[in-house]
């Protein structure tokens, strides 16, 4: 029996298995020290660490990848007469589990990308993993560009799509 599986599908496992292995430890740890580490100010002060340390580009990069991908689901949405993303996520439940899927599609890759890369720059510069902070970093450097890109670009599309003159043929 051949199993296929895709890269985006193994980048996902490999984000899944990393952050499983790491559970423990963190676990351990938090019970050692009483340190529960998320929202404590070790926590904000390696985020500060973690801004000048090995992988600091991805604070960039990241965010940039994902308003990209929103703008083009955006513009999307707009053609398909979709409701702007976060609009529709709060005001419209038919809509939401459609967009929270095709939200997930876009982003899964990045997300995965978003954690993986954070437990690297975290080994890196503490020679240490807290997953829960990977698990918090990394989509919030993706989720929030994601929604309000997509959100802008649907606007921005109906905009343009009303504006556009009507071709009249004679």
């Known amino acids: ?11 996902t496992y ?6 499983l292995l790491t559970i423990p430890g963190a676990i351990r740890r938090s019970i050692q020290t009483g340190d529960p580490y998320l929202f404590t100010k070790h926590f904000f002060e390696d985020m500060l660490a973690r801004l000048s340390g090995p992988g600091r580009l991805r604070f ?7 308003l990209l991908v929103g703008a083009r689901d955006g513009t999307r949405d ?8 976060l609009w529709a996520l709060i005001f ?24 993986l890369l954070d437990m690297i720059s975290q080994f890196l510069i503490f020679r240490d993993i807290h997953p829960g902070a990977a698990l918090l970093l990394g989509p919030v450097l993706v989720a929030a560009p994601y ?15 009303q504006q556009a003159p009507a071709i009249r043929s004679s």
Do not use: D
């Open 92 to 115: 419209h439940g038919a809509h939401r589990l459609h967009l929270l899927r095709s939200a997930f599609a876009s982003v899964r890759n990045i997300l995965a990308i978003a954690i």
């Open 78 to 85: 707009a053609r398909l007469g979709l409701p702007p993303f």
């Open 60 to 66: 960039i990069l990241q965010p940039v990848v994902a």
């Open 14 to 19: 490999l984000a899944i298995t990393i952050l």
């Open 147 to 161: 929604a309000v890109s997509r959100a802008l670009a649907n606007r921005i599309a109906r905009g343009r799509h």
């Open 1 to 11: 029996m051949k199993i296929s599986l895709s890269r985006s599908t193994v980048l």
